[in-house]
């Protein structure tokens, strides 16, 4: 970037405190007035406070040693070293906002403080379509939001140069991109920059996917002056921490509506799932998988984690899973299957233990060592009728002989819960096979109990 517009380092004396530029808090009412704290952390993130021809480090009071002008690197180094805690503040708040929408106030507010602008806000913007709009702001009313995604996103005069937009990390002022002189005759500046009293602007690009760019965009009224080179110094060092972070907080969140995606499916599966670590607690069970341990006394939880009842005893599903005593002819780290009894003419619960193929990697008590399968055929698989005229075009007669059926009622319980003569379910039968091409009866059920229809949603 250039420096001919950026304003460089100012003598001692020249150099003022934020707060002392700002004329306090009478810059801004209600919300926007910040408190004489913020000021003095922002000045130490700036780096100095004029004391005459000498410097103070504004968080300890101790005289700060510059380098010689025009050594910017090592002048950038210092100022570095003194952001400290307000960076980290920042970085850490992009990071936040990229798992919760509601923190990027705050951490806007403290970045837009940092540079001594009026606004700061971080935009999209779509090359090829013209499109664009403000993600996240403070400082800018919300109508002006709104017309700028709405209006003057594509008249946005220093977007026109796409070059200069398509590489993360660069810094531009927005002299850099368009003479002073050419913006105010622009109608972006009469109509979206004037009624905001908004001029100089600094922008930094966080990251380009395609023709999309995602920037940081810090503006200023215009009595204020162009921002220093200091303040683009500090943004180009700060905006690969701060893509950094707010890609970790996208990418959690990511993992979480993932997370949460998950259980809700397995929330929907027809048979209980449970996730268990290598101590045989429960790491996580599905909704079929608690019904079933709460109800069925073949299954109990202690304090050695989950057990079951088999005709031999009580097993540990630790054990099983570590390698203790496995059924004749299985191997610990094998898939088991039992039966679990019930009282006479009860039909058992039936379980399937599979260790997951990574187990051994297992850190903590939140990994999951080993899933086990549970199904209970005296819980008949649910089936919707009105998802069965969506799937397999039937009607509403149709579906409700249907979904009967998949539970594995006769024909002639079907006719009498349903109020129909024997003959008219048996014609509802032919149409169901051919719209479900199916044979028989046995096929059906099948179809119907193990296709979207027998889901739990």
Known sequence: M????????????????????????????????????????????????????????????????????????????????????????????????????????????????????????????EHDAGRGRLEHSVGIDALYVTAYADFYARDNVWLRDHEKFNAADTVWASQDLLPDARLVETEFYKFWLRPQELFHHLFGVINVEGDRVLFLMLGRARAKGAFWQDDADLIRRLLPALRRGLSAGVGFKRLQSLHRIALDTLDALPIGVFLLNDGGQIVVANRLAREILQDDE????????????????????????????????????????????????????????????????????????????????????????????????????????????????????????????????????KQIFSKTSSERQADLVRTLSLGPGGLRI
């Open 2 to 125: 250039g420096n001919g517009y950026l304003v460089e380092r100012r003598s001692g004396r020249d150099r003022r405190l934020v707060s002392d530029r700002r004329l306090g808090s009478e810059r801004r009412a209600g919300d926007e007035r910040r408190q004489s704290a913020d000021h003095e952390s922002v000045a130490a993130a700036r780096g100095l406070i004029s004391g005459g021809e000498s410097f103070i480090d504004a968080t300890t009071g101790a005289p700060y040693e510059l380098a010689p002008m025009g050594s910017k690197s090592t002048l950038a180094r210092s100022l570095l070293d003194g952001v400290g805690a307000v960076l980290v503040d920042i970085v850490g708040g992009f990071y936040e906002a990229g798992t919760d929408a509601k923190a990027w106030p705050q951490v806007l507010s403290r970045l837009r403080d940092l540079v001594d602008a009026d606004v700061c806000a971080i935009a999209s913007h």
């Open 298 to 429: 073949g299954l109990y939880v202690s304090t050695s984690g989950l057990g079951v009842r088999l005709t031999g005893g009580r097993v540990k599903v630790r054990d099983l899973i570590l390698g203790g005593p496995s059924r004749a002819g299985e191997r610990a780290g094998e898939i088991q299957g039992f039966s679990l009894p019930r009282g006479p003419g009860r039909k058992p619960v039936t379980l399937l233990l599979s260790p997951v193929q990574d187990f051994s990697e297992a850190r903590n008590r939140s990994d999951a060592a080993a899933v086990l399968f549970a199904a209970d055929p005296e819980r008949p698989v649910e089936v919707d009728p009105r998802r069965l005229t969506r799937i397999y075009g039937l009607s509403r007669a149709e579906a409700r002989v249907a979904a009967l059926l998949a539970t594995g009622k006769r024909l002639d319980e079907v006719a009498a819960a349903l109020g129909l003569t024997y003959e008219t379910v048996r014609k509802h039968l």
